[in-house]
Each structure stands twice: as C-alpha cells, then as structure tokens.
T-cell receptor, first 111, second 118 residues
C-alpha cells in the first residue's frame, strides 16, 4: 500500500509570514495529490490538488509543488492570516483511487 | 460545486444498539463513496470503499459484519454500526467521488457524524 509522511506536526507562524508543509509518499504509481484543510469538528475541505503531470500549481496565496523523482510534495501558504489556522492534511492516491492521508499539520497563525 | 451531505450530524446511543449513517451526493452522481473514521487529533483512516450496486470492499482490520455498508444508488450510501460499543465512538466521515469534472478522482467530504456510544 501507500505510506504518506507529513511534517511538521505543528507549525506556528506570525500573521503575514509563509507556512510550508512537506509530505513524502512511497508508491511510485501515485498520480494525484490533494491537500485538505480541516477546522475543528468540521469536514476536510479540498484547498488545492496536483496531478503527476504537473510540477507546480498555484491558487492565490496557496501553492503546491511536486517532485515525482524524490516522491515528495509540499504546500506553501503565503501572507498567512488568522483564518488559515486549522489542521492541514496531505494525501496521495493508491489502489484504484483510494487516498492515503498524512498525519496532519496543526497550523496556528498568531496576529 | 460538489456537495455531500451526511445525516445525522451527531448521535448518542447505548452500547449494543445499531446506528445508521447516511451519506448523499446532492448535485452529482457518485460512482464511488468512501467511509472514514477519525479519532480525536488523528488523521482520517479509510474503512471501506463503496461502489453503487456492488459489495463494499473493506480495509484490513475493519470488520465487515460490524460496519455494514449499502450503496443503493449513485447518490446514497449508508453505514450501519451494529452492536455499537464505546470503542466505536468516533467521527465518521464519508466522501464521494465522480462528477462532471474532467478528472473524477477528487473526493468531496460530507460534514461527518459524531458517534458517542455510552
């Protein structure tokens, strides 16, 4: 199966600074890598995703990079705001589209 | 966008009873639905994959006789926790895949069901 490792487990940043979360995966057949944001007690919400035929994707303050050779992908949030505080999960597909999630990163943005 | 609903949002039951959770895709036909369980401060753990009209496939370690899944239509999947015990208390979340997007591998999540077994 797939193994996804995510770091760091917690990340504290000052408002306006950037936040970077890194994930590695094990299955070279994985071809889809979504990132989800989950607030306490709420559903995971897709914030950005990237497919294996692309190395980088950006959506306003959020960007994701993918290095297939090294099997790692990263989430970058610029100009962080207090509302960015949440748990962020990376994931990678395996076995007919199932998702293996990372352990999550608790991001705290302090004003 | 792709909207997934889940009902109930919260349920408290006595040990030994059964609980049914519904997951619906509201504005698209879900070829596949997934059921996850999430314990406090932990990640999402896949329990089973549900395809319309066929038997669900369960992940290793998940008891299929305890967690009954029925995917009766392209918009509805149900999870029944049978003979629930306190250790089954958790946040159960469904996701649905399939829609009008070019790529159908994107999973959209329901709001989750908080199950508490007394």
């Amino acid at each position: 199966g797939e193994n996804v490792e995510q770091h760091p487990s917690t990340l504290s940043v000052q408002e306006g600074d950037s936040a970077v979360i890194k994930c590695t995966y094990s299955d070279s057949a994985s071809n889809y890598f979504p990132w989800y944001k989950q607030e306490l007690g709420k559903r995971p919400q897709l914030i950005i995703d990237i497919r294996s035929n692309v190395g980088e994707k950006k959506d306003q303050r959020i960007a994701v990079t993918l290095n297939k050779t090294a099997k790692h992908f990263s989430l970058h949030i610029t100009e962080t705001q207090p509302e960015d505080s949440a748990v962020y999960f990376c994931a990678a597909t395996y076995s007919w589209g199932k998702l293996q999630f990372g352990a999550g990163t608790q991001v705290v943005v302090t004003p | 966008g792709a909207v997934v609903s889940q009902h109930p949002s919260r349920v408290i039951c006595k040990s030994g009873t059964s609980v049914k959770i519904e997951c619906r895709s509201l504005d698209f036909q879900a070829t596949t639905m997934f059921w996850y369980r999430q314990f406090p401060k932990q990640s999402l753990m896949l329990m089973a994959t549900s395809n319309e009209g066929s038997k669900a496939t369960y992940e290793q370690g998940v008891e299929k006789d305890k967690f009954l899944i029925n995917h009766a239509s392209l918009t509805l999947s149900t999870l029944t926790v049978t003979s629930a015990h306190p250790e089954d208390s958790s946040f159960y979340i469904c996701s649905a895949r399939g829609g009008r997007e070019r790529y159908t591998d994107t999973q959209y999540f329901g709001p989750g069901t908080r199950l508490t077994v007394l």
